[in-house]
């Protein structure tokens, strides 16, 4: 069975640019949750889309943005993009909501994203 | 108060020592608990997970939860150096608004020394 899909999976990025990320969850998988990850400040939560409505949002700024489609797959975008912004962006899924019933997430291997 | 607390580390350990790697938090409504390790420059993978208070052992791990304390634990024993890695703790259930929480802590940096 195939684990959760992330591409692309490195990317360099300029300042002011805008970014797409990408993520093909388990199969049968509905629910996908997206982190952001720095060394300093462990793992924080972006967002989570179960069924293709954003179910729970985690305290970034209004750039930060995503979907999820009906076939689950899901897309996380950043608008004008900051030097603080580099760090590993990790998609996750669940069989259902995160949390819900013992609902465990699955992480996919991550997009370093280095913006310069 | 943060949700969840747990030491940064780093941890170094001889290797075959037992490692003690450990959680508290606050919100006595998780019900589920996890532990997920990650190694470096990889995304974190699921490594035990419990329901409630009490043991679980899947080989050289075990995980405990104490849910009287809000405490949690993972014991590695005979420990090695591809147990290297970061290991952050994880836990679920209703948060104090009523809706669904998945919270981690900052993670463990574990070294086993050859």
């Known amino acids: 069975k195939a684990g959760v899909t992330q591409t692309p999976r490195y990317l360099i990025k300029t300042r002011g640019q805008q970014v797409t990320l990408s993520c093909s969850p388990i199969?049968?998988?509905?629910?996908v949750s997206w982190y952001q990850q720095t060394p300093g400040q462990g793992l924080q939560f972006l967002f989570e889309y179960f069924s293709e409505t954003q179910r729970n949002k985690g305290n970034f700024p209004g750039r930060f943005s995503g979907r999820q489609f009906s076939n689950s797959r899901s897309e996380m975008n950043v608008s004008t993009l900051e030097l603080g912004d580099s760090a590993l962006y990790l998609c996750?899924?669940?069989?259902?909501?995160?949390?819900?019933?013992?609902?465990?997430?699955?992480f996919g291997e991550g997009s370093w994203l280095t913006v310069v | 108060q943060k949700e969840v607390e747990q030491d940064p580390g780093p941890l170094s350990v001889p290797e075959g020592a037992i490692v003690s790697l450990n959680c508290t938090y606050s919100?006595?409504?998780?019900?589920?608990f996890m532990w997920y390790r990650q190694y470096s420059r990889k995304g974190p993978e699921l490594l035990m997970y419990?329901?409630?208070?009490g043991n679980k052992e899947d080989g050289r791990f075990t995980a405990q939860v104490d849910k009287s304390s809000k405490y949690i634990s993972l014991f590695i024993r005979d420990s090695q150096p591809s147990d290297s890695a970061t290991y952050l703790c994880a836990m679920s259930g209703r948060g104090t608004s009523g809706t669904y929480k998945y919270i981690f802590g900052t993670g463990t940096r574990l070294k086993v020394l050859a």
């Open positions: 996750a899924s669940s069989l259902a909501q995160a949390g819900s019933s013992g609902n465990t997430i699955y």
């Open positions: 919100n006595s409504a998780f019900q589920y």
């Open positions: 419990t329901y409630s208070s």
């Open positions: 199969s049968g998988h509905r629910s």
